[in-house]
């Protein structure tokens, strides 16, 4: 007879192993955690997309034990330039640039190419002695003091809580017959790799084009991942275009900073869109991650977001459990819903103004937005606070992102 | 805020042996339910139960040494919650790795507690009875008595058999309700007219304890205070935190002395 009943977290990607690595850590052995996802099947992970780890998210993983393994991959932010431009201009207005470092020695945020923070967070997770199922939750049956949860494979597991962690079209959300509501964006993200001619310094830079961002964000060596906003029709003709003639649009809005450029990959494009779930707690069920909320990319957040809730769920299960409370219960998921909720509300709210803000070409809000940009650039104090939220470091920071263990 | 000692409004059936029906295990599961509802009638006693939770397992880790991080802090301590209700710190402490003894002279109390237990499975020695009718032989390293001495008759009497089945080396943990003008203005006036957190009639004012008259009578079963603090309530917030403010609810940890 075990004291407290396991946890079982459908989805293996970022937010469900490293809630499975916190814990981990702060539960001990006693309490078994499981990550059900058959993509954990594929490793090493081939995921082609990089992500910002803004500095809140660094300590977060190096509480965990992962960064070390993924620090020797991951490129610094040391700078980061904001310009205001359409796509006809010959030069690029630098309205807001950002010294790249919250803390002596610590950089606002570090890029890393997903597969390495994957595999190191699974290898971890295993060391840890996180049980790592490749099969997926199947189905799950919540009771006032338990959750039977059935996965692919067959097996059911008696567990205290259910975490879904499956991604922005959860399955395990939509089971629970918890809604979202949101909007699309007629917008969609390309991604792609690309290799230049000149180092990049560690510079980051975000090109506010009319049709979206540009963001050019430095990888290790002479690399860059963009992130390319345009109307989703645009961005499903630039995709599909010949390696010539979409090298072409890539020169367009690349710049000329970097040199010749290159792209190393294939061109892919994501539809964007903003949603937040109406509840993040059922019975025994806690949503995190894109299973909770999906934002537009515009400031960098989603991971970041993620992150938190892993945070803040990982803080209030332990607590509970070194009380000897039973933390599946509604009363603890409570205090998950309100520490995370109202956040998510207004990152959602922030990063649609920003988005409107500046995916358009009106001249009267390009006038606005840069002299607002301009007063945020010399007037230090605000500019700090905006770079501190940013890095995850604004509001009621929970112990593992101020890098606190648990 | 304080604990009816067989909330909610359910008539006690007294300490009887008599055999279940199904019409009254129906009963004792509603009653189960409702104690066990953190969102429902006892969701005052669920917003204040982990600052009790955590001052006890920190005053118990403490005296026996033990890391209060750990899930199996209280491992191998032999506990007893009198006027256990259904459990709301039994389950918790037992899970921590206690052996805990849970009394209540509610027969009803009891049964919802059993009921709770087996569906946490969780192993705890439930029993229909008063610290006054157990076994005197029976020793403890942790007594608790959470909001009781309040509705007792004797509390000099009540908490001389308390200390008496406190091993040497023991603690015991007494929360209660200070007496005075804004005790019954938060406790009475409050927490059972305003707020309705308690039915009306749940406490006499005049059987609150001062911190005082607590430790004289501690005092004179050979218990010295060793801790105390008080709880305070933020409407704001909606939030109960520790407070040197012993005015309205407040606990107490005494110690046994050391058998020489």
Known sequence: ??????????????????????????????????????????????????????????????????????????????????????????TRPVFLTFAGQIEPGEPFAHMVENRHLIDALAERAEAAGVELRATAVVSYESRLEATSVTLGDGSVIDAALLVAADGARSKLRERAGIATYGWDYDQAGIVVTVEHERDHKGCAEEHFLPAGPFAILPLTGK?????????????????????????????QRFGLRLGEVKALDKPKSFPLGYFVAQSFIGQRLALIGDAAHVIHPIAGQGLNMGLKDVAALAEVIVDAARLGIDFGQADVLERYQVWRRFDTMAMGVATNSLNL???NKSTLLRSVRDIGLGVVDRLPPLKELFIRQAAGLGGEVPRLLKGEAL | MSMQSDSPNVSSANASSATVD????????????????????MAPLHKINPLRLSFIRDAACRKFERNAKSLNCLSGLRMIDIGCGAGLLCEPFTRLGA?????????????????????????????????????????????????????????GAFLARCAAITKPGGLMVVATLNRNWKSFALAIVGAEYVMRWLPRGTHQWDKFVT????????????????????????PLADKWSLSADMDVNYMVVAETAVAS
């Open chain 1, 357 to 359: 803000l500046f995916s």
């Open chain 1, 223 to 251: 690399r860059s991942s963009l992130v390319w906003t345009e109307s989703r029709a645009e961005a499903a003709r630039i995709v599909a275009l010949s390696d010539a003639e979409f090298h072409r649009e890539l020169e």
């Open chain 2, 99 to 155: 052996q805990v003894i849970g009394v209540d002279p509610s027969a009803t109390n009891i049964a919802a507690a059993k009921l709770h237990a087996e569906k946490s499975q969780l192993l705890i020695d439930y029993r229909c009875t008063t610290v006054e009718q157990m076994d005197p032989r029976e020793r403890f390293d942790i007594v608790l008595a959470m909001e009781v001495i309040e509705h007792v008759t004797d509390v």
């Open chain 2, 22 to 41: 199904p019409a009254e295990i129906a009963k004792f599961s509603k009653l189960s339910a409702q104690w066990w509802d953190p969102t429902g009638k």
């Open chain 2, 211 to 234: 911190p005082d008259e607590l430790t004289k009578h501690l005092h004179n079963s050979k218990l010295a205070v060793t801790e105390q603090a008080g709880l305070v309530y933020n």
């Open chain 1, 1 to 90: 007879m075990t004291a407290q009943r396991g946890i079982v977290i459908g989805g293996g990607a970022f937010a469900g192993l490293a809630l499975a690595l916190a814990l981990r850590q702060g539960l001990g052995p006693d309490v078994p955690v499981i990550v059900a996802d058959p993509a954990l099947s594929l490793r090493p992970s081939r995921d082609p997309r990089a992500t910002a780890i803004v500095a809140a998210c660094r300590r977060l993983f190096d509480t965990l034990g992962v960064w070390q393994a993924v620090a020797p991959l991951a490129q610094p932010i040391l700078d980061m330039v904001v310009t205001d431009s359409a796509l006809e201009d010959a």
